[in-house]
T-cell receptor
Framework: EAGVAQSPRYKIIEKRQSVAFWCNPI?????LYWYQQILGQGPKLLIQ????????DSQLPKDRFSAERLKGVDSTLKIQPAKLEDSAVYLC?????????????FGPGTRLTVL | AQSVTQLDSQVPVFEEAPVELRCNYS??????LFWYVQYPNQGLQLLLK??????LVESINGFEAEFNKSQTSFHLRKPSVHISDTAEYFC????????????FGTGTRLTVIP
């Protein structure tokens, strides 16, 4: 079974530029998550999708971050414009469905450096 | 609101020695509890989880964790560590009701010394 795929693995940009990350979840997984992991901290949820609908985006800085999950499969996370404090690893995860007992499977992450 | 506290940011231990990684949580509702591990240059992987039933849960590679409701703790233990256990370990909780958002602790870096 293929795992969660993410690209790119690394990205370096200047502040005020825009960037996009892509995630392909495990086939059949209805729930998809984006996390931000700042160095020295645990992952923090940015947004959760159930199929192609948003379940929770309360922690997403909506003035600069956006995310979509077209057709309930792949997802993209965009930052526009980027700030220095956006430097972090962006993790995508998926699970069969929502519900706290479901295991979340994580991708390898995208390491973003904003200069 | 939920929170997870991992008291030790780094734990060095000699090979074949026992180790305990501490995790305490706070929540106003019942929770599920998880330990995730992140090996160097790899993604997060589930190590073990407590959903219900026996308060002692085990992983396939010799780790165990015990849910202590009165102390709101879920400490991770292994009686004898191996070099390959060197990794970052994250404790996480999610509410039993509502969306299954995971709240993570800040992580503990376990370094096994030969």
């Amino acid at each position: 079974e293929a795992g969660v795929a993410q690209s790119p693995r690394y990205k370096i940009i200047e502040k005020r530029q825009s960037v996009a990350f892509w995630c392909n979840p495990i086939s059949g997984h209805a729930t998809l998550y984006w996390y931000q992991q700042i160095l020295g901290q645990g992952p923090k949820l940015l947004i959760q999708f159930q199929n192609n609908g948003v379940v929770d985006d309360s922690q997403l800085p909506k003035d600069r971050f956006s995310a979509e999950r077209l057709k309930g499969v792949d997802s993209t996370l965009k930052i526009q414009p980027a700030k220095l404090e956006d430097s972090a690893v962006y993790l995508c995860a998926s699970s069969l469905s929502s519900g706290g007992y479901n295991e979340q499977f994580f991708g390898p992450g995208t390491r973003l450096t904003v200069l | 609101a939920q929170s997870v506290t991992q008291l030790d940011s780094q734990v060095p231990v000699f090979e074949e020695a026992p180790v305990e990684l501490r995790c305490n949580y706070s929540s106003s509702v019942s929770v599920y509890l998880f330990w995730y591990v992140q090996y160097p240059n790899q993604g997060l992987q589930l190590l073990l989880k407590y959903l219900s039933g026996s308060t002692l849960v085990e992983s396939i590679n010799g780790f165990e964790a015990e849910f202590n409701k009165s102390q709101t703790s879920f400490h991770l233990r292994k009686p004898s560590v191996h070099i390959s256990d060197t990794a970052e370990y994250f404790c996480a909780v999610s509410e039993k009701t509502g969306a299954n958002n995971l709240f993570f602790g800040t992580g503990t870096r376990l370094t096994v010394i030969p």
